[in-house]
């Protein structure tokens, strides 16, 4: 099992920013891809970003790129994950997921509680 651990949401005005964090923790030598996914009021989740562990691949959801930036950490047994997000707009207001996808899973199997992250105009 992989225990993931989101924090660093809260209420920020248009145009700020804020930075997420994720940490992961347990059979964390399984993961091959970890990502940030966010689910609005009324709507679906969706996806954010996603980094995969070995080769630092990154892909964006088309409306992020630009102002999202993922990265990824390691200290002794955990990983991390982060989300700078610049250029805040209301339409960002949602809750963000951090996720892990196993080596050889499709799908992303491990999921955080969620982050609220508000943006006022």
């Known amino acids: 099992q992989v225990q993931l651990v989101e924090s660093g949401g809260g209420s920020v005005q248009a145009g700020g920013s804020l930075k997420l964090s994720c940490a992961a923790s347990?059979?964390?030598?399984?993961?091959?891809?970890m990502g940030w996914y966010r689910q609005a009021p009324g709507k679906e989740r969706e996806l954010v970003s996603t980094?995969?562990?070995?080769?630092?691949?990154?892909?964006?959801a088309d409306s992020m790129e630009g102002r999202f930036t993922i990265s990824q950490d390691k200290d002794n047994a955990r990983l991390w994950i982060y989300l700078q997000m610049n250029g805040l707009q209301s339409e960002d207001t949602a809750v963000y997921y951090c996720?892990?996808?196993?080596?050889?899973?499709?799908?992303?199997?491990?999921w955080g509680q969620g982050t609220q992250v508000t943006v006022s105009s």
């Open positions: 980094i995969r562990r070995d080769d630092g691949t990154i892909k964006y």
């Open positions: 347990g059979s964390t030598w399984r993961v091959c891809v």
């Open positions: 996720a892990a996808q196993r080596c050889g899973n499709p799908v992303f199997e491990f």
